[in-house]
């Protein structure tokens, strides 16, 4: 899923220029966090060194502050440095004068009609925008400056934080210069500095985040705090449909603290609905939920025999039919009986649950023509869609105060946390903060899908790939929350794209004949998009297989790879990167090596992972090498990060995640963080990264090395093993 920009035009179009400081972006009506800008004195000159703080990409107060909107939520990744950035450098701000404080909440800011933070696309899709937001800025100061100096705009510049004179004769500062410049017309075409002329992007500025982080003064949503607010947690089915059938609140009534036992019913995916315990605190109230819990008849509802056994047997079958068509090319089902060698193989991974650090949280207040909201969520608009259908008040009196996000990974795309709040504070008429505690956040996830895929795959006479049909089965995340998205194949069948991504338009491989087939199971378990989406189960299924047909045709796993990509522009560099720093060709006595490649979203990846047998014979990872094309890097050090967490995501997964299906729903034993397996700290190897230099538009890194770890360890242990594990997790 590619990100639409705002076009130049429409950021233009859409700039608001008043006296008294300038501010560049959008006005954002129909959002109570939009603030009307401050009108024009009605006499002066334009040049007065007032405050003008709209609701807009930038600000510039006259004490010389910057202040910028950040409009995706930082939730580790680094947006709040790295998109201030693009307008900082463009405009040549003081980056020691940089302030930033959270826009959200209304479509102007988003993509898809939607402010939302998804798919490793947050500095892809705001690159230009941003960019030309701050050059605007740019031209307008140096037009008021031109005019208050009499001279010829072309001879003035930005830096620091003020305008100069090119002759070093004078400079006036942007505070001095806001109001002036707030009368001047937008340019129609800003121009954007070359590479060559960058100071600020492309390196390595500290994130303006670390600090508050660092000395706890950082507020996330479970930290939230005011007067008369109570606290919730709530009991729910122990089975994806089932229902509560009766309950005695006494028991937890009884708590000292508890306040409030009430059902909460059932709305949709947003309000999954259970039994709310209310309390002053949230021990009380999770006291109270484990009181009540053995008075509650739960129906279990349909699926209450279901398990991950019958499921896999389930999804099995259908991969081993004919399923709806996503992608083709050339007529492999004839070219599979025409291959030198074959293999037919079937992989599955299991449902994953996304186990952010910070618990899910968030707190409401729904009061009559006025609801209020904090949360950390990736999903800015949606909440204040759901906050105005629960509160039953118009979008514009709906206010949302964005918290620090602990983890999204796509969890906190999903708003089921606010939909508690909203719900029990629309039913007590006071302030309520819902905390999850862990094992009701991985029993009622939304999970990565479980797939079961199988691959019947042949080379040619030379070795090379020559067919290849690939049949995935797995539940859709797609369909529930972007059913627009949903793809008819030729036959009339859904295709989810996501469930398919990695497979079709990037894959990396040349071969004459290709078919993709898709099945969208309807298990009943609840999915989401996971860190990596479609592409974390079928690149490890592709990659794995890759390595297969490298066996059959005796060839190194590098070099085959590089002898069968479709365009080796880009991924050869990475892959003859990764081989260089891993040092593959020099191989090390008692370590295996594997390696998997994957375009995930325009960035190009590689893995090579190194595994070692312990003392007690198991096989652990040592290393992992990380190589990556992702365009211009606009700063090396949150690159690095993302790649490092990414991998060590993605190794944690390969290694010992997974939830078990029981009786209809998350089985005990992988409910909570003693039985659903991460990684640990002293089993994280050693991780190193390479950026291969571009000056290409950039694209994602948050996801990326999260694809290419599993099948690079598979690979790796089967280098040192011989055995070739088609099942995550691995460990």
């Not at 007032?50 to 409009?71: K, Q, R």
């Not at 939607?114 to 140096?142: C, E, H, K, N, Y």
């Not at 607010?229 to 009766?246: K, W």
């Not at 079928?538 to 190194?556: G, Q, R, T, W």
Request: hydrophobic share 45%; aromatic share 6%.
């Amino acid at each position: 899923m590619t990100a639409q920009p705002l076009s130049r035009r429409s950021l233009i179009q859409a700039s608001l220029a008043a006296s008294g400081g300038l501010c560049l972006g959008f006005r954002l009506p129909g959002n109570a966090a939009a603030r009307q800008a401050t009108p024009a004195p009605e006499s002066g000159t334009g040049s007065e060194p007032v405050a003008f703080t709209p609701n807009a990409w930038l600000t510039i107060g006259p004490d010389d502050a910057v202040e910028i909107a950040l409009h995706k939520a930082e939730m580790g990744q680094g947006v709040m440095t790295s998109l201030p950035m693009l307008v900082a450098e463009e405009l040549g701000a003081d980056w020691q004068r940089i302030t930033v404080r959270n826009a959200y909440g209304d479509p102007a800011y988003g993509s898809f009609g939607f402010q939302f933070t998804f798919g490793s696309t947050s500095v892809a899709s705001s690159f230009m925008p941003l960019r030309i937001a701050g050059a605007t800025a740019r031209d307008m100061l140096i037009a008021a400056a031109a005019q208050r100096w009499g001279v010829d705009p072309a001879t003035l510049a930005t830096r620091d934080g003020a305008v100069i004179d090119r002759a070093g004769s004078r400079s006036a500062s942007f505070g001095e210069l806001a109001g002036l410049a707030a009368t001047m017309a937008p340019p129609a075409n800003p121009p954007l500095k070359s590479p060559a002329e960058f100071t600020l992007l492309g390196t390595p500025v500290p994130r303006l985040d670390a600090p508050a982080k660092v000395t706890g003064a950082a507020i996330y949503g479970i930290d939230v705090m005011m007067e008369g607010m109570l606290t919730a947690v709530m009991l729910r089915p122990p089975s994806f449909t089932g229902a509560v059938r009766s309950f005695d609140p006494a028991p937890a009534l009884a708590i000292p603290g508890v306040r409030h036992v009430l059902e909460i019913p059932s709305s949709g995916p947003d309000v999954t609905g259970g039994i709310a315990i209310v309390a002053d605190g949230f021990w009380a109230a999770f006291s109270g939920r484990r009181a009540l819990a053995a008075s509650v008849e739960w129906d279990l509802g349909p699926n209450a025999a279901q398990d991950t056994s019958s499921l896999i047997e389930t999804f099995t079958a259908l991969a081993m039919q004919p399923g709806p068509l996503a992608f083709a090319d050339g007529m492999a089902e004839k070219a599979i009986a025409r291959s030198t060698k074959t293999l037919d193989a079937t992989y599955v991974t299991p449902f994953l649950a996304h186990v952010t650090m910070e618990p899910m949280s968030a707190a409401a207040w729904v009061r009559p023509g006025a609801v209020d909201v904090w949360t950390g969520t990736q999903g800015q608009s949606f909440v204040v869609m759901q906050a105005s259908a629960i509160g039953g008040v118009a979008p514009d009196q709906v206010t949302l105060h964005q918290q620090f996000l602990g983890c999204g990974l796509g969890r906190r795309a999903e708003s089921d946390v606010t939909g508690d709040a909203l719900q029990i504070s629309k039913n007590l008429g006071v302030p309520v903060k819902v905390i999850w505690p862990r094992e009701e956040d991985i029993a009622h996830d939304f999970f990565r899908p479980m797939s079961v895929q199988r691959v019947q795959a042949g080379i040619d006479s030379t070795g090379a790939p020559f067919a290849w049909i690939h049949h995935t089965v797995a539940d859709s995340a797609g369909i529930t929350r972007f059913p627009t998205f949903i793809a008819t194949g030729p036959e009339g069948d859904e295709i989810d794209p996501f469930q398919s991504a990695g497979l079709t338009e990037s894959f990396l491989y040349a071969m004459p004949h290709r078919r993709i087939e898709s099945t969208i199971a309807r298990s009943g378990v609840p999915v989401g998009f996971w860190r990596g989406v479609g592409e974390t189960q079928n690149i490890f299924v592709a990659e794995s297989v890759m390595d297969e047909l490298a066996a059959l045709a005796e060839a190194d796993p590098i070099a085959y790879r590089l002898a069968n990509l479709a365009d080796p522009t880009r991924a050869a560099a990475v892959l003859e990167l990764a081989r260089e720093k891993s040092g593959w060709d020099a191989p090390a006595e008692g370590i295996g090596r594997g390696v998997a490649i994957a375009d995930y979203g325009g960035t190009i990846v590689a893995a090579v992972a190194e595994v070692a047998r312990t003392d007690d014979g198991s096989v652990r990872p040592v290393r992992l090498v990380i190589a990556a094309d992702c365009g211009f890097v606009v700063n090396p050090d949150i690159a690095r990060q993302q790649l490092e967490g990414g991998a060590l995501y993605g190794l944690s997964a390969a290694m010992g995640e997974r939830v078990e299906i029981a009786a209809g729903g998350v089985a005990p034993a992988t409910a909570n963080l003693d039985g659903y397996r991460l990684l640990r700290f002293d089993e994280a190897p050693i991780v190193e990264t390479w950026l291969v230099p571009s000056d290409a538009a950039p694209s994602g890194l948050g996801e990326p090395a999260v694809v290419v770890v599993p099948p690079a360890l598979a690979n790796a242990i089967y280098a040192l093993t011989g055995e070739r594990r088609r099942e995550l997790p691995l460990g």
